[in-house]
């Protein structure tokens, strides 16, 4: 194989590096809203419940 090949081989497109940074920003987020209803004493099922509609809210605000 030529240099050109591996090169083009090992290349993460761009879309792929876009899903990645919003699924961790998703997960990042889903995380504090779970911990932070855990402080105020929820339950683990409506903390994640909870963080799962924050999440969610921003994002469908304009439906």
Known sequence: MA???LLRAERIGFGTVVV???DGLFAL???VGSV???R???SVRCGA???LGGVLD???AGF
Do not use: E, I, S, W
């Open 20 to 22: 990645m940074v919003l």
């Open 40 to 42: 105020v004493r929820h």
């Open 29 to 31: 987020l889903f995380v």
């Open 49 to 51: 419940y909870g963080a």
């Open 58 to 60: 921003k994002p469908m």
């Open 3 to 5: 240099t050109h090949d």
């Open 36 to 38: 932070l209803r855990r």
